[in-house]
């Protein structure tokens, strides 16, 4: 079976502490949490030394959870790498395996400049880089990613493949089979239907995702293809659900349960 983690979209208003007791609930020991503040997510200090910070290593170590990534990292045009530094330190300090730094910037010359000093940084924390591929890059296809990361030449640099941007970008896993096994570093799984209207899916992305196996996308196939050893964040935002007054425990218990019924044998 691939590891599971449980990502911290699936519970989104959850604190990190709050994120690990779910996991330990449901029998998974992995979680994903955000170290970095973003727009439109709770801020609940993990960049800096708060109790909550501390509580989080804390409570992990306690219930044998490890952080298998943090996330909120961004790498735009007026994009400055050293002001990520704050909350890679605070990503190594818990114990982070992986930090996932999203593409944003049209300028190539300038994102290879500045992917290449974050992942030097994080190196430096001990951290391994994991960039999460989607149409929203300034990356066309898989192998276009691929080819980015190789002309780094930075052995912390893996690409991270979220089956739903896979699939709504119009690619399957077999660009994914195409890959060296070494370029992949993570995956994230969740469902949808086998089609939705372009102007619809960044709301989906974001926050009306599927149970992995409520949908209509082809995740066995997709789970095949990953490399042995592959962590799977389960990262399912199901924003009506929440709406509906429906709580973190009973989304989470769904969406490990759909993860668990279709994760492949490594």
């Known amino acids: 079976m691939h590891p599971l983690c449980l990502d911290f979209l699936t519970a989104v208003e959850a604190s990190p502490v709050e994120l690990a007791e779910l996991a330990a609930a ?14 439109g997510v709770p801020d609940f200090g993990m960049d800096r030394d708060t109790p909550m910070r501390r509580e989080v290593r804390r409570r992990c170590r306690d219930l044998g959870i490890s952080i298998d990534m943090t996330e909120g990292f961004l790498l735009k045009p007026e994009t400055d790498v050293a002001d990520f530094r704050r909350a890679l330190d605070a990503s190594g300090w818990l114990e982070a395996r992986c930090v996932n730094v999203l593409l944003r910037d049209p300028d190539l010359c300038r994102l290879k400049d500045n992917f290449t000093a974050f992942c030097d940084i994080a190196c430096e924390y ?7 591929w989607s149409r ?16 780094m030449n930075r052995t912390n640099a893996k690409l991270q493949f979220d089956s739903l941007h896979l699939y709504r970008a119009g690619f399957t896993a077999a660009d994914i089979a ?16 086998a089609e939705m209207p372009i102007d619809r899916q960044f709301d989906e992305a974001l926050s009306n995702r599927l149970v992995p196996g409520d949908g209509e996308l082809p995740l066995a196939e997709f789970l095949k293809t990953l ?17 509906q007054g429906i709580g973190p425990e009973e989304r989470v218990h769904r969406a490990v349960v759909g993860a668990r019924s279709l994760s492949a044998p490594a």
């Open 227 to 243: 490399p042995g050893g592959t962590v799977v964040g389960i990262e399912v935002p199901m924003g009506s659900l929440q709406a």
């Open 26 to 39: 449901n029998g998974l020991d992995l979680i994903a949490i955000m170290t970095h503040p973003a727009d």
């Open 126 to 132: 001990g951290l391994d880089v994991v960039t999460e």
């Open 136 to 151: 929203r890059t300034p990356l066309p296809s898989p192998a276009q990613a691929a080819a980015f990361l190789a002309a």
């Open 178 to 193: 195409k890959l060296s096994p070494s370029i992949v570093g993570r995956a994230q799984l969740s469902d949808g239907p």
